[in-house]
């Protein structure tokens, strides 16, 4: 049986539709949600259709009254709206090699597996159309929004087999140019209020990553869900640490210090640069780690507390 913490599983994802609960993305969000304040005004939410106008019922938000019907007619008159049915979502799901690495719980890859199945889900249970972008070291595959409950499965079929295609032992070399390649492709799909979800550890991150990001910001809503493993922040001391990258590969003793401490700090350093880069843009930022539950943490910097859910 396959380790579910290295590859993920079918059933797992399908699994985690019970779990796309206590968060949203639209702009009214908790007062402890990092969408909140300065971030909400970039979260469009579904737009609103004017109805009509009508009398005044018990209940009715203040905040709807219309005043110069109020003052004309004498009798209190409220402005009816229509919460519009279609925000496009597209999430941009990263399976780089780069994202096949953890520590502790899970791979990178497998937590924005979960990430990606969380998403898919809480966007069709809102009745909105949700398409994806799935990208590792050399394909792209795109599917585009829909509203159906297949193509949520067909978003999990993708995301599973690019998963799976992950291996340690492999000729692939990391190709950090195709996110950037995915962004465009994103920029090109979503071309209007649409929610665009990049989860990624933005390995290769530079400076037309930003340009895309900022391009596809201007119309659209973009959340980066920064995919990150604890040993960023933490890194382990001792033992023996092998590094490989396509043909070339070393072997460093975590022992000595001074093989130690630099790559401790490019770790951290490397994390905080791309969380900072990332909010130099305006796009928030989601900072979920390869440990805990990913739902847990969503709802929790989404500043929801769940009880019960």
């Known amino acids: 049986m396959t380790d579910s913490r290295i590859y993920t599983n079918l059933k797992d994802l399908i699994r985690l539709e019970h779990k796309a609960r206590g968060f949203n993305f639209l702009p009214r969000q908790p007062v402890h949600s990092i969408l909140s304040g300065r971030h909400a005004s970039r979260l ?3 737009g609103l259709n004017f109805e009509e106008i009508r009398g005044y019922l018990p209940g009715d938000d203040i905040r709807t009254i219309d005043w110069k019907v109020t003052a004309r007619t004498q009798k209190p008159h409220v402005r009816v709206y229509t919460e519009e049915q279609d925000r496009p979502a597209l999430l941009v799901v990263d399976q780089r090699l780069p994202m096949f690495y953890g520590t502790r719980e899970m791979m990178k890859s497998v937590t924005a597996a979960h990430l990606a199945a969380l998403g898919a889900w809480r966007v ?28 949520v499965m067909e978003i999990l079929q993708v995301v599973l087999e690019k998963n799976h295609e992950l291996k340690a032992e492999t000729e692939t070399r990391p190709s950090y140019g195709m996110l950037n390649q995915a962004l465009d492709r994103a920029l090109r799909l979503a071309k209007h209020d649409y929610l665009v979800v990049v989860i990624s550890d933005f390995a290769g991150a530079d400076e037309e990553t930003k340009r895309l990001m900022l391009l596809m ?3 659209n809503d973009v959340i980066a869900a920064l995919v990150y493993d604890p040993s960023a922040l933490s890194f382990p001391s001792g033992g023996r640490l092998v590094v490989s990258e396509g043909e070339l590969q070393i072997e460093l003793d975590l022992g000595e210090k001074k093989v130690y401490e630099p790559i401790a700090e490019h770790f951290k350093a490397r994390v905080r640069e791309v969380a900072e880069f990332l909010r130099k843009m305006g796009v928030p930022v989601l900072p979920i780690q390869t440990v805990g539950d990913p739902v847990e943490q969503i709802r929790r910097q989404l500043g929801y507390v769940p009880k019960g859910i």
């Open 217 to 219: 910001a201007q119309h």
């Open 124 to 151: 069709f249970h809102a009745g909105d159309r949700v398409g994806a972008i799935v990208f590792n070291d050399t394909e792209i595959r795109e599917i585009r929004p829909h509203r159906s409950r297949r193509r």
């Open 44 to 46: 469009r939410g579904r």
